[in-house]
């Protein structure tokens, strides 16, 4: 296996926080950034022996910048000045300095001159003991694509000087990758990894500013390590990410991810399943969804539950926890005084605290999580009471793993004789989680690295006060849809939601019925109440689509929402918030596949009327 390694401007802090948290994450290499050696106020010699300490390697010192095809004086300035550099890397114990292209207006082109150059800097490398690595960056001033560095490296013919690739910049402006397998492995001495989400931004605000773990964006990063891995290429796979998010954000989450996202490149690149990690654990929908709440919540929740038609089908046999169901779905109400659920209530209030998920193989979908730094959790379980095995989620939530087969995480409930409910509503269709914006990937990553769930285009959708991102992930079988939600807009309802709630979580669940006209009918009959649509909505519905009067006048006294994609069409209604903290949507799809997205600025407009108003900060 290859080393792990990651450059420090990946993440945030001073040099040593990014170094502790870059060990703790279990990487086995480091580049330092010259720019985090020059504002640490520590020696050269001390970072060496602190990476030391942590058990890291230093595999590159970087960057030099703007030395090939310079005029004098400034050709003879970089030599010496590189011989500096050489004296520092001795301190720090590394061998390899990163050159990345000239990017300076005074800068000669020709390959010829460059590759003089790298002779002349690998012989004064080879007397320091000393290795350079000549890096393409994307928009250098004479050399600017991977086939060009490597051509001026082979030129050079020097044992000290050799290519270093960055997947970024010869993915971003869509170079061809074929020709990396011709390199001679030794002549490769680093690979800096990163990805990117598809932006149509210029190439270097979008380097400097949007880069990602690979997985997190949409450049075709395996395709590129598939052709080092060609070569022969056995050194390390070190991540370089410049983005605005991570250098703000917890180093230690961070690094985690960083790591997260090189084994699941690996796996996706292992070449026998012995190298492999278990599959990527397919669903087949939601278990169970537990709810944290005290005796007094409990009894609105089931209130609220009853109105939406569900009934209550179980008691736990030794706890506070009901069962409440309809359709497949089913409901969770746990309010007993400790244990985990507990203390999720105290921390967060009344909320979701847990999602079972069936899977096929609980064991293999542990053994995956685990592979990818899961973290796991077990509770103590009562005699006879199943143990279920669960990761930590979103927000300290739990992400159970039932068995499909063996659904029986019921066996703890004493089933009741149901009262009445109704049987409008089938199954969870999806689930909403707010989080703040710059943890956004890091749950991207969690979910589909963990889970077979393929992202959709983020959206962008506008709350009265501030963008909200929006991410759909969905099961190949349709049968999980998750949506993360962020803004860093600070009054957005998905912010309030997060400050409010102390932290990331579950902030809607919605459920799929037949007939939704039917089910609102019987749901407002029971009692139930729903987000009140202004008519200039349905003014433009009518003017957009055409909709049969008849059509138009029951969404309109319903108060349901609608949407159409292609042939398809999308009904939809939301319950006000239980609590100010979470609320429900009902969904009927007519061979519609997505979430209404043209109506959650309507929605969040609605939902902001109703919510308490927050105080506008004075300047
Ligand atoms: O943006 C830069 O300057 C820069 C520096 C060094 C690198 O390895 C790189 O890929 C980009
Ligand atoms: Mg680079």
Redesign the pocket.
């Known amino acids: 296996m290859n080393k792990l390694s990651i450059a420090t401007v990946s993440l945030s802090g001073a040099l040593d926080e990014k170094l502790r948290a870059i060990a703790a994450a279990g990487f086995d290499e480091v580049e330092i950034f010259e720019a985090d050696l020059l504002s640490f106020n520590g020696s050269p010699r001390d970072v060496g022996q602190m990476c030391r300490d942590l058990g890291l390697t230093i595999c590159a010192f970087q960057p030099f910048r703007d030395f090939e095809g310079m005029p004098e004086p400034q050709r003879s300035r970089n030599f010496a000045r590189a011989a500096r550099k050489f004296d520092l890397m001795k301190e720090l114990q590394t061998d390899l300095m990163l050159i990345c292209s000239n990017i300076s207006p005074a800068s000669l082109g020709g390959i010829d001159r460059a590759a003089a150059d790298f002779r002349e800097l690998g012989d004064l490398a080879a007397k320091h003991g000393m290795r350079v690595g000549f ?1 393409a960056l994307a928009w250098g001033a004479h050399v600017n694509d991977y086939r060009d560095a490597w051509e001026i490296v082979r030129r050079t013919n020097h044992p000290s000087i050799g290519v270093i690739l ?1 997947s970024f ?1 010869a993915l971003a402006p869509a170079f061809p990758v074929s020709a990396i397998a011709s390199i001679p492995a030794d002549k490769i001495f680093l690979v ?1 990894l990163a990805d990117a989400p598809k932006l149509g931004l210029d190439v270097l605000s979008w380097s400097r500013h949007f880069r990602c773990f690979p997985g997190q964006g949409d450049l075709p990063v395996a395709k590129f390590m598939e052709a080092v891995q060609a070569t022969g290429y056995s050194g390390a796979w070190s991540l ?1 990410i410049f983005n605005d998010q991570f250098r703000a954000g917890s180093a230690v989450r961070t690094a985690t991810d960083g790591l997260r996202s090189l084994i699941l490149l690996q796996d996706q690149l292992a070449k026998t399943p012995a190298d492999a990690l278990q599959p990527k654990t397919s669903t087949r929908g939601v278990g169970f969804i537990e709810f944290a709440v005290n005796e007094a919540k409990a009894t609105d929740l089931a209130t609220l539950l009853s109105q939406l038609g569900f009934r209550k089908t179980g008691v736990h046999r030794s706890k506070d926890v009901e069962r409440w169901s309809q359709g497949t779905i089913e409901l969770v109400i746990n309010s007993e005084p400790d244990g985990f659920a507990h203390s999720h209530y105290v921390t967060h209030g009344p909320g979701v605290c847990a999602i079972a998920l069936d899977v096929g193989n609980t064991k293999q979908a542990m053994a995956r999580a685990e592979a990818l730094q899961a973290r796991t959790f077990y509770q103590p379980v009562g005699p006879g009471e199943l143990e279920i095995p669960a990761i930590h989620g979103v927000g300290g939530s739990l992400l159970y793993f039932l068995e499909a087969a063996s659904k029986n995480w019921d066996v703890d409930f004493e089933p009741l004789k149901s009262d009445a409910g109704t049987d409008h509503l089938s199954v969870v269709d999806h689930i909403s989680q707010s989080m703040p914006y710059d943890e956004m990937l890091s749950w991207l990553l969690f979910y589909t690295g963990i889970l077979d769930l393929q992202r959709l285009p983020q959206m962008e959708i506008p709350d009265p006060v501030g963008l909200v991102q929006s991410q759909a992930l969905i099961s190949a079988n349709q049968s999980l849809r998750v949506i993360l939600n962020g803004s860093s807009a600070t009054r957005t309802l998905s912010n309030r939601f997060i400050s409010e709630f102390f932290g990331s979580g579950v902030q809607h669940i919605a459920f799929l019925c037949d007939n939704i006209f039917a089910a609102v009918a019987d749901m407002r009959k029971r009692g139930a109440k729903f987000l009140r649509i202004p008519d200039n909505y349905y003014d433009d519905v009518e003017a957009k689509y055409g909709l049969d009067a008849e059509l138009m006048s029951a969404l309109r006294d319903n108060q349901i929402l609608y949407d159409r994609e292609g042939d398809g069409e999308f009904f939809q209604i939301y319950t006000p918030s239980f609590d100010e903290r979470f609320f429900f949507e009902i969904v009927e799809r007519r061979n519609y596949q997505g979430f209404g997205a043209a109506n959650a600025g309507i929605r969040l407009a609605a939902q902001t009327r109703d919510a308490r108003p927050v105080s506008v900060p004075r300047v």
């Open positions: 890096e960055d910049h800096q370089e």
